[in-house]
């Protein structure tokens, strides 16, 4: 926990007197720093952030209201203590200094003794409050290091011989987050490749994720067709899940024997396939119903024949729900938009083609919530046979 000799309060008062006596009082306590106005205090703030504010409120240029509800409006400053110092004595005026934000309020002239001791109180309470926020970010990093260590280590041992490129992202929102994707080679010519969406984020997310990660991989390794495997992971999570959280998934298997791909979905968005030549179009558009929370209907399951040269790209909300400034949507429009224009030559570039295009249109916005791209290249199997655009079959568990 933070020494309180090495907290710096930062005292803003227009008079200079007031100022002499806080600085008599705390300067042997307390590193101090001065703002005789309202626009210096805001700039003083700005470059160093300060442990405390002792804000007067009357003030020629902006009065410490309007300083404080500037300071709440930051997040870098929301929870920074600020006590006024006014000599506006009514109980209305004390009101106001509170809605606006103000952690304490004491009235002039003031007694030394209770200014020193409000002054203390307030930093132990914030060096404390520091201390278990670093504890809990110590604890968060630790649990997305695990997080992380959940997902696919090495796609590229997983799809090697396959014919398939692989290349995902996953940026959560916060620390830890609910998004997933898999990678998992089922045979000699099978691979699964799926991505999934929990709903809420933070640790409740992130421990759903894991035991839906932990289920999709016993029950892939099973050798199931996609919709058999959603069923029973579905069945699972709905025996024990008292949150009554779910998770949107969707479920491809590759078979690079009859060079198909079978695809389930659980509430997920479509896929995006990308023909050589052909506008960026959406597949496997049966949606289903979410997992863990009632018993699942038939579960339909999608099969297409593969083109040589094509591209699936998998995504979760966190792509096409991410918001500009303005708070516009980046959308799924927006998505093929940019896939007819930089369909990518490899998974890899198609996967950071499209982060790069969310992250410019969320510039200067907050990521509302975590991003998962899967892309999955097919290069064929040197036959060169070209296969129906819309060959599409569909079956059901």
């Not at 020494?3 to 005292?11: F, P, S």
């Not at 201390?131 to 630790?142: F, N």
């Not at 045979?187 to 709903?199: F, N, Q, T, Y």
């Not at 959406?282 to 040589?308: D, K």
Request: proline share 4%; glycine share 8%.
């Amino acid at each position: 926990m933070k020494e309180l000799a090495d907290c710096r309060v930062l005292i803003v008062d227009d008079v200079k007197a007031n100022v002499d006596i806080l600085v008599h009082a705390l300067g042997g306590d307390y590193k101090l720093s001065v703002a005789l106005d309202g626009q210096q205090a805001i700039d003083a703030v700005q470059r160093s952030l300060p442990d405390l504010v002792l804000l007067d409120i009357m003030m020629p240029d902006i009065d410490g209201y309007e300083i404080c509800r500037r300071l709440r409006a930051e997040e870098s400053t929301r929870e920074l203590p600020i006590m006024f110092l006014s000599s506006l004595e009514d109980v209305n005026d004390k009101a106001r200094g509170f809605e606006v934000g103000g952690n304490d309020y004491l009235t002039k002239p003031f007694e030394v003794l209770e200014v020193k001791a409000r002054v203390r109180s307030l930093l132990r309470a914030k060096a404390y409050a520091d201390a278990m926020k670093a504890a809990a970010d110590r604890d968060l990093r630790i649990a997305r290091e695990i997080q992380m260590g959940l997902l696919p280590a090495n796609v590229t041992r997983q799809i090697q011989g396959t014919g398939l490129d692989v290349h995902a992202v996953l940026e959560p929102a916060r620390l830890v987050g609910g998004d997933l994707f898999e990678v998992l080679r089922l045979g000699p010519e099978r691979v699964l490749v799926a991505i999934g969406d929990v709903s809420g984020k933070g640790i409740p997310a992130a421990l759903f994720m894991a035991v839906a990660m932990t289920l999709l991989r016993s029950m892939a390794r099973q050798g199931h067709s996609p919709q058999e495997i959603l069923r029973q992971l579905n069945d699972e999570l709905l025996e024990q899940n008292p949150r009554g959280m779910f998770v949107t998934l969707q479920c491809m298997v590759f078979d690079l024997a009859t060079c198909t791909v079978t695809c389930a979905s659980a509430g997920h968005h479509a896929a995006i396939r990308i023909l050589p030549g052909h506008p960026p179009r959406p597949v496997f558009t049966s949606g289903g119903r979410v997992l863990g929370l009632m018993p699942a209907e038939a579960i339909v399951g999608e099969t297409l024949e593969l083109e040589a040269g094509e591209t699936l790209v998998l995504f979760t909300d966190g792509v096409s729900e991410a918001f500009d400034v303005d708070q516009e949507l980046f959308g799924e429009d927006r998505l093929l938009g940019h896939l007819q224009d930089f369909p990518g030559r490899t998974a890899r570039e198609t996967t950071m083609s499209v982060l790069e295009a969310v992250r410019r249109h969320a510039t200067g916005a907050k990521q509302s919530d975590d991003i998962t791209v899967v892309s999955i290249h097919y290069a064929g199997t040197g036959s060169g046979e070209s296969r129906p655009d819309d060959a599409l079959t569909q079956n059901r568990s």
